[in-house]
């Protein structure tokens, strides 16, 4: 079992629409966790921290569930620019510092 | 805002030869990575280190070594290239257990 596991999708969803991504992790004792956001060819970008209380900024929600281990993020009012790879991200069982990267889900937003 | 610089974009180097990736990060994180991102593959962590002259394994150490004499500066090398090391390698840092930064990459080509 993958220690970070996302849909690679893609998922094509058209501007204004709701999307979410969910990610599950198999470490139970990670504490850190990340959406990460990548452009095609591009490096990634940390999006937002996921908190134990679930955390928004602007369109973006993270939420994490750890009884059943699994993070998600909801996008609302989709734009055309939110089109791009999201990556799941964990500290994993390499060190509390290291961490463990989902291979992403793809969003495509259409106009 | 962060800043990691890689000092190389594109790279072009011949089986067995010595290759050398620089980074340097900007803003005093004791905690810096190397990555390599294959198609399918996702992000698979070679090395990284917490601290000056410092390092750790990660998933996939074989075939590279990396050194750290300065705090802002992780370098990677690869003794002797081979093909299947082309591939695109990103650089990161990050503070404590919080979220990493990336360089832009190096997309290493090995002939």
Redesign the interface.
């Known amino acids: 079992r993958k220690e970070v596991e996302q849909d690679p999708g893609p998922f094509n969803v058209p501007e204004g629409a709701t999307v979410a991504f969910n990610c599950t992790y198999s470490n139970s004792a990670s504490q850190s966790f990340f959406w990460y956001r990548q452009d095609c060819r591009k490096e990634p970008k940390l999006l937002m921290s996921v908190y134990s209380s679930g955390n928004e900024d602007g369109r973006f929600t993270a939420q994490l569930n750890r009884a059943s281990q699994y993070i998600s993020l909801l996008i609302r009012d989709s734009k055309l620019s939110d089109s791009a790879t999201y990556l799941c991200v964990v500290n994993g069982r390499t060190g509390r510092r290291a961490l463990t990267f989902g291979s992403g889900t793809r969003l495509q937003v259409q106009p | 805002d962060v800043k990691v610089t890689q000092s190389s974009r594109y790279l072009v180097k011949r089986t067995g030869e010595k290759v050398f990736l620089e980074c340097v990060q900007d803003m005093d994180h004791e905690?810096m990575?190397w990555?390599r991102q294959d198609p399918?593959?996702?992000?698979r962590?070679i090395y990284?280190s917490?601290d000056v002259k410092m390092k750790?394994k990660?998933?996939i150490p074989e075939g590279y070594s990396v050194s750290r004499e300065k705090k802002e500066r992780f370098s990677l090398i690869l003794e002797s290239a081979s093909t299947n090391q082309t591939s695109m390698y990103?650089c990161a840092s990050?503070h404590?257990?919080?979220?990493?930064?990336?360089?832009?990459?190096t997309r290493l080509t090995v002939l």
């Open positions: 905690n990575f990555y399918g593959l996702g992000l962590l990284f917490y750790e990660g998933d990103l990050s404590g257990e919080g979220g990493q930064y990336f360089g832009p990459g």
